[in-house]
């Protein structure tokens, strides 16, 4: 078995192709023998009761006389039920072989002296008594002929099991020929030296769809990571300013260690500065755990509704940018109904929509949230803002990790982040995310989430 495994596919094929092609030629080869055998008896056995007919057909007329004598060549005996030959032309060694009595006809293959014969007896009754005529036919020319046969198939099937296992060899080469191609290019691959795809086959069959399979999960993996390779860059970009500006302000509080008034600015502008870091290493880490698998939650709609309602607290005890007016509507018929978001991903949705709608306004603005049901009970909510809106070729990047539309929008310190957990934590709960700007001016977000 282990002898088996190490050998190439090619190799097992060949040797399954030939194992299969010996057991039906051999099952062919004995069949064969089994029937010339059975036509070479019956053809003695018919021509043994052509002789014995006419001596049959004189004992059983002609009860009182002595049978003819039978002509040169010809192998006749007759026995009496006592054991007396009242006709014999039988060889020595094939007359000892025959059974005294038989009850019926009976056909029998003896071999005497290295001869075969076949022998027939046929009982008869008359009057006179009960008696056996034996007649034989040499069957030295039949042997001979199943003799020639036998080697005739002994060398076609080793000529045909060496013709089996070239086909399969050669078959089998060229079926692989697709594999090696794909092999070499994987390795390529693998060692860098080429980003090229799996060859694809002419012919539509198992190996091009293969292929084609690979060729997709190397996209999908090309994809994956570039994307990493990006938001590593992105992320060391982004990290890169805050802790520039933390170490300035660290600097700047050294050199105001005298002065109690400046030292509190500077840490407290330090500790800004880290809870910007916080906020992205946080960001980060939960666009981390969306790629993960676990169990999908459960949350009713009137929790989901709890939520959005503090969201909002929170946003408006935001006065960086100056005092918005943050309204929302409810329109949740089915409060029962469930969604697969946790409670508190539902609520980084929210607190990072109404967050960008907040910075792309200026004082004295206002922020619209609308959290409703449809028809088919799946929730929507709606965040619209009354900025300058999005620039229409940021539009298709919107929710790309690391980007931002332009600075009105980041005013509150934002890593381009928050639009990424917002459609990753969407499509993760099996809906989506969308935005797009309103007919009037300002941008409209928004996140749609099925029922389950």
Same mark, same amino acid.
């Given at each position: 078995m282990r002898l088996l495994r190490r050998l190439s596919i090619r190799a097992r094929i060949t040797l399954g192709s030939v194992l299969v092609g010996a057991v039906v030629l051999l099952a062919s080869a004995v069949a064969l023998h089994v029937q010339i055998d059975r036509a070479s008896l019956e053809t003695d056995r018919s021509l043994a009761m052509s002789d014995a007919a006419p001596f049959v057909a004189d004992l059983r007329s002609n009860p009182g006389e002595a049978p003819d004598r039978p002509t040169e060549g010809l192998l006749i005996g007759i026995r009496s039920s006592s054991g007396s030959w009242i006709l014999d032309r039988l060889p020595d060694g094939l007359r000892d072989a025959l059974p005294r009595t038989v009850e019926h006809e009976t056909t029998l293959r003896l071999d005497v002296h290295g001869h075969r014969n076949t022998v027939v007896g046929v009982p008869v009754r008359n009057d006179t008594g009960s008696y056996v005529v034996w007649a034989a036919q040499d069957g030295r020319a039949g042997h001979e002929t199943l003799e020639r046969v036998d080697r005739s198939l002994v060398i076609g099937t080793l000529l045909a099991l060496v013709a089996f296992g070239g086909t399969a060899w050669l078959l089998s080469t060229l079926a692989l020929r697709p594999v090696g191609r794909m092999r070499r290019t994987a390795e390529a691959i693998s060692a860098g030296s080429s980003d090229a795809h799996l060859p694809v086959g002419r012919t539509d069959d198992e190996l091009a769809g293969l292929a084609r399979t690979l060729n997709a999960f190397l996209d999908r993996q090309r994809e994956n990571a570039e994307r990493e390779r990006r938001m590593v860059s992105d992320a060391s970009h982004e990290l890169r300013t805050p802790l520039a500006a933390l170490t300035a302000r660290l600097e700047l509080a050294h050199r105001s260690s005298g002065d109690a008034a400046a030292l509190e600015r500077e840490l407290t502008a330090a500790e800004s500065d880290a809870a910007r870091l916080v906020a992205l290493a946080n960001t980060m880490l939960e666009l981390s755990r969306l790629d993960e698998e676990g169990p999908?939650?459960?949350?009713?709609?009137? &929790?989901?509704?709890?939520?959005?309602?503090?969201?909002? $607290?929170?946003?408006?005890?935001?006065? !960086?940018?100056? +005092?918005?007016? /943050?309204?929302?509507?409810?329109?949740?018929?089915v409060p $029962?109904?469930?969604?697969?978001?946790?409670?508190?991903?539902?609520?980084? /949705?929210?607190?990072?929509?109404?967050?960008?709608?907040?910075?792309?306004?200026?004082?004295?603005?206002?922020?619209?949230?609308?959290?409703? #049901?449809? +028809? #088919? #009970? $799946?929730?929507?909510? !709606?965040?619209? $803002? &009354?900025?300058?809106? /999005?620039?229409?070729?940021?539009?298709? #990047?919107?929710?790309?990790?690391?980007?931002?539309?332009?600075?009105?929008?980041?005013?509150?310190?934002?890593?381009?982040?928050?639009?990424?957990?917002?459609?990753?934590?969407?499509?993760?709960?099996?809906?989506?995310?969308?935005?797009?700007?309103?007919?009037?001016?300002?941008?409209?977000?928004?996140?749609?989430?099925?029922?389950?």
């Open positions: 999908t939650p459960s949350t009713t709609a009137s &929790d989901l509704v709890s939520e959005l309602m503090a969201s909002i $607290d929170r946003a408006r005890a935001i006065d !960086v940018v100056g +005092p918005r007016d /943050v309204d929302f509507t409810v329109d949740v018929g $029962d109904v469930r969604y697969g978001i946790g409670a508190a991903a539902f609520a980084r /949705v929210v607190d990072n929509l109404v967050a960008n709608a907040i910075a792309a306004g200026s004082a004295g603005g206002w922020v619209r949230v609308a959290l409703r #049901q449809d +028809p #088919q #009970q $799946d929730l929507e909510l !709606v965040v619209v $803002d &009354d900025g300058r809106g /999005v620039p229409e070729s940021f539009l298709p #990047q919107a929710f790309d990790r690391f980007t931002r539309a332009d600075e009105s929008r980041t005013r509150l310190g934002g890593s381009g982040l928050g639009l990424a957990l917002v459609r990753g934590t969407a499509e993760r709960a099996g809906g989506s995310a969308s935005l797009r700007n309103g007919v009037d001016g300002g941008a409209v977000a928004t996140v749609r989430l099925p029922r389950r």
